[in-house]
């Protein structure tokens, strides 16, 4: 083995590895992770925001630990795997002279850093990212129908990680495009389309939820420059840290001299260009150009083996910035360390000081996806979120975490309330969270709500879907519209008289559907764009019942 990974080269990933085992350990899970965590507990093929990757990866971690590292230990082999596989990747024999610096230079990509412990749908996208290069690499070498094969199984798993994993595969592919005139490109395609049929089918079961709601559904703001393509440049630089100059100039300055390096080059801008384009309309999340890492690192490292200038600074740079690294991960543990509050801190305060006040029963959180799954992972009790027209549909809106609180005594915790039986403070001693005893709680956000014009202005159809098993009379529910703006930005609430097509219909049978019609009432707002029907019960705020339907002019 030490033919090709020198000896330095192993004690420091060993070293690594166990770096990433004890700060997996050490630090508490961020609301995201909660929020896997939960997808874990019911495998599926699909979940609301993302494909299934992040999910098994858990389950498979907590099939051998408990706790935090339950849920990261496959990050810290995967991240460790990905050190190796670029290191492979890059045939330049002097490499092996300077294995600190590629190490000095993975370790200060914040975001590769950060997610060798953490487990985000991230972490797999970069692993099968220079899983994906290297198998492609040899195949430009030798094709072969064995490489081909690998490289569909890896791109399923890709796009079973993540979404913006297509960027990847486009990218590579519009670099070569001989490809498509390879039947073993071809097989390989259909090999990860195969591989991903069920998927495609969880996609179909439910009517393209995720789809629908990052592309139609999800609320956005008015372009601003500060915000959206400065702050995306800023993302640039901070995916990089302080080796940001360096790395981009190994790109500007990397000649292509084979497919693989323009494939390297054609990602790397592609995905540049793309979010780049996409600032215009939206803010860029940072970790949605972290593919960029995978390609830009191999490029950066075979420049500086070439460029002994830069290849110093390098070092000197990485040094500064794994000080930096390791004091920010033991701030991740020890707040004291930096006077910033982070999502690792105080949460088993909260939640234990909430579960004492609760009496041990369910807890039901108003619009938050992210305090349920982060109460229940550290309370042990089943726990549901409720959503409202202020909020955002996600996992607990399709699953059924709904019946795990129904007709039960629950605490409902929200921080729009002004009192209640309970209070508990946020980690930031500043939000006040003021919960109140429900019993024989019950609610029906699945109901579905569907809008259609007639002739007659500002009059609508309404059909309400029932979903469960049992019928709900209409007397018990109230019915709202909540306007948006052309952001999808609720800014008024107003309630609306709906009236039976059919005489003396009093309950909506199951899986049944009953027809309405309702007049659209005035509302303060200037030039609504959107308005949403909602469905009320128990004297509770309106859910999401209806998808955001355009109002005429």
Same mark, same amino acid.
């Given at each position: 083995?030490?033919?090709?990974?020198?000896?330095?080269?192993?004690?420091?990933? $060993?070293?690594?590895?166990?770096?990433? =085992?004890?700060?997996?350990?050490?630090?508490?899970?961020?609301?995201?992770?909660?929020?896997?965590?939960? /997808?874990?507990?019911?495998?599926?093929?699909?979940?609301? +925001?993302?494909?299934?990757?992040?999910?098994?990866?858990?389950?498979?971690?907590?099939?051998?630990?408990?706790?935090?590292?339950?849920?990261?230990?496959?990050?810290?082999?995967?991240?460790?795997?990905?050190?190796?596989?670029?290191?492979?990747?890059?045939?330049?024999?002097?490499?092996?002279?300077?294995?600190?610096?590629?190490?000095?230079?993975?370790?200060?990509?914040?975001?590769?850093?950060?997610?060798?412990?953490?487990?985000?749908?991230?972490?797999?996208? =970069?692993?099968?990212?220079?899983?994906?290069?290297?198998?492609?690499?040899?195949?430009?070498?030798?094709?072969?129908?064995?490489? $081909?094969?690998?490289?569909?199984? #890896?791109?399923?798993?890709?796009?079973?990680?993540?979404?913006?994993?297509?960027?990847?595969?486009?990218?590579?592919?519009?670099?070569?495009?001989? =490809?498509?005139?390879?039947?073993?490109?071809?097989?390989? #395609? $259909?090999?990860?389309?195969?591989?991903?049929?069920?998927?495609?089918?969880?996609?179909?079961?439910?009517?393209?939820?995720?789809?629908?709601?990052?592309?139609?559904?999800?609320?956005?703001?008015?372009?601003?420059?500060?915000?959206?393509?400065? &702050?995306?440049?800023?993302? =640039?630089?901070?995916?990089?840290?302080?080796?940001?100059?360096?790395?981009? !100039?190994?790109?500007?300055?990397?000649?292509?001299?084979?497919?693989? @390096?323009?494939?390297?080059? /054609?990602?790397?801008?592609?995905?540049?260009?793309?979010?780049?384009?996409?600032?215009?309309?939206?803010?860029?999340?940072?970790?949605?150009?972290?593919?960029?890492?995978?390609?830009?690192?191999?490029?950066?490292?075979?420049?500086?083996?070439?460029? @002994?200038?830069?290849?110093?600074?390098?070092?000197?740079?990485?040094?500064?910035?794994?000080?930096?690294?390791?004091?920010?991960?033991?701030?991740?543990?020890?707040?004291?360390?930096?006077?910033?509050?982070?999502?690792?801190?105080?949460?088993? #305060?909260?939640?234990?000081?909430?579960?004492?006040?609760?009496?041990?029963?369910?807890?039901?959180?108003?619009?938050?996806?992210?305090?349920?799954?982060?109460?229940?992972?550290?309370?042990?009790? *089943?726990?549901?979120?409720?959503?409202?027209?202020?909020?955002?549909?996600?996992?607990?809106?399709?699953?059924?975490?709904?019946?795990?609180?129904?007709?039960?005594?629950?605490?409902?915790?929200?921080?729009?309330?002004?009192? &209640?039986?309970? !209070?508990?403070?946020?980690? +930031?001693?500043?939000?006040?969270?003021?919960?109140?005893?429900?019993?024989?709680?019950?609610?029906?956000?699945?109901?579905?709500?569907?809008?259609?014009?007639?002739?007659?202005?500002?009059?609508?159809?309404?059909?309400?879907?029932?979903?469960?098993?049992?019928?709900?009379?209409?007397?018990?529910?109230?019915?709202?519209?909540?306007?948006?703006?052309?952001?999808?930005?609720?800014?008024?609430?107003?309630?609306?008289?709906?009236?039976?097509? !059919?005489?003396?219909?009093?309950?909506?049978?199951?899986? +049944?559907?009953?027809?309405?019609?309702?007049?659209? *009432?005035?509302?303060?707002?200037?030039?609504?764009?959107?308005?949403?029907?909602?469905?009320?019960?128990?004297?509770?705020?309106?859910?999401?019942?209806?998808?955001?339907?355009?109002?005429?002019?």
């Amino acid at each position: 083995m030490t033919q090709r990974f020198p000896t330095l080269f192993l004690i420091l990933t $060993a070293s690594l590895f166990i770096l990433n =085992l004890v700060q997996s350990s050490l630090t508490e899970l961020i609301y995201d992770e909660a929020y896997y965590w939960y /997808y874990a507990q019911n495998l599926d093929w699909g979940y609301f +925001d993302h494909p299934p990757m992040v999910a098994f990866m858990i389950k498979l971690s907590g099939l051998l630990f408990d706790g935090e590292l339950g849920v990261r230990f496959m990050s810290c082999l995967l991240s460790v795997g990905t050190y190796l596989i670029i290191w492979l990747t890059i045939d330049n024999p002097k490499k092996r002279e300077h294995v600190a610096v590629f190490f000095l230079l993975l370790f200060s990509i914040t975001l590769m850093n950060a997610y060798g412990f953490l487990t985000l749908p991230d972490t797999p996208l =970069l692993f099968f990212t220079a899983l994906f290069l290297f198998l492609y690499k040899y195949y430009l070498e030798k094709p072969s129908y064995l490489l $081909a094969i690998g490289i569909g199984l #890896v791109m399923a798993a890709l796009m079973y990680s993540k979404y913006h994993a297509v960027l990847i595969i486009f990218f590579v592919l519009l670099s070569n495009l001989k =490809l498509f005139g390879d039947i073993r490109a071809w097989l390989a #395609v $259909a090999i990860a389309l195969i591989c991903y049929i069920p998927h495609f089918q969880w996609l179909i079961q439910h009517d393209f939820v995720s789809i629908k709601y990052h592309i139609f559904e999800r609320p956005n703001q008015a372009y601003s420059f500060t915000k959206f393509t400065l &702050g995306y440049f800023v993302n =640039l630089v901070a995916i990089f840290g302080l080796l940001f100059f360096w790395v981009y !100039q190994a790109l500007f300055k990397t000649r292509t001299t084979g497919l693989f @390096t323009k494939a390297l080059k /054609y990602l790397s801008y592609g995905v540049l260009i793309f979010f780049f384009i996409s600032s215009f309309n939206r803010r860029v999340q940072t970790q949605w150009v972290i593919i960029i890492s995978v390609p830009m690192a191999i490029m950066t490292f075979n420049y500086i083996l070439e460029n @002994t200038s830069a290849r110093k600074w390098v070092f000197r740079m990485g040094l500064i910035s794994l000080i930096i690294m390791l004091y920010a991960r033991i701030w991740l543990v020890h707040k004291p360390l930096l006077p910033i509050l982070f999502e690792t801190h105080g949460n088993k #305060v909260w939640v234990n000081e909430l579960k004492e006040k609760s009496q041990g029963v369910p807890v039901v959180f108003e619009n938050s996806y992210r305090r349920a799954p982060m109460y229940e992972f550290y309370a042990g009790i *089943p726990s549901y979120t409720l959503n409202n027209h202020m909020y955002r549909r996600n996992q607990y809106t399709i699953d059924a975490s709904e019946e795990r609180v129904r007709n039960k005594r629950i605490l409902y915790v929200t921080k729009y309330a002004k009192s &209640g039986d309970i !209070q508990y403070l946020h980690p +930031d001693k500043k939000t006040v969270f003021y919960g109140r005893f429900m019993n024989n709680f019950e609610s029906f956000r699945k109901l579905r709500c569907i809008v259609d014009t007639t002739t007659t202005k500002n009059l609508y159809e309404l059909k309400v879907y029932n979903p469960y098993d049992f019928e709900i009379p209409i007397a018990d529910l109230s019915f709202s519209a909540a306007f948006s703006n052309a952001y999808k930005q609720v800014k008024d609430l107003k309630p609306i008289q709906v009236e039976a097509l !059919q005489n003396n219909q009093q309950v909506l049978a199951p899986k +049944d559907a009953v027809q309405f019609q309702f007049q659209l *009432p005035k509302t303060k707002m200037e030039k609504p764009v959107y308005f949403r029907v909602g469905i009320s019960e128990n004297g509770l705020l309106p859910g999401l019942n209806g998808a955001p339907f355009k109002i005429a002019e």
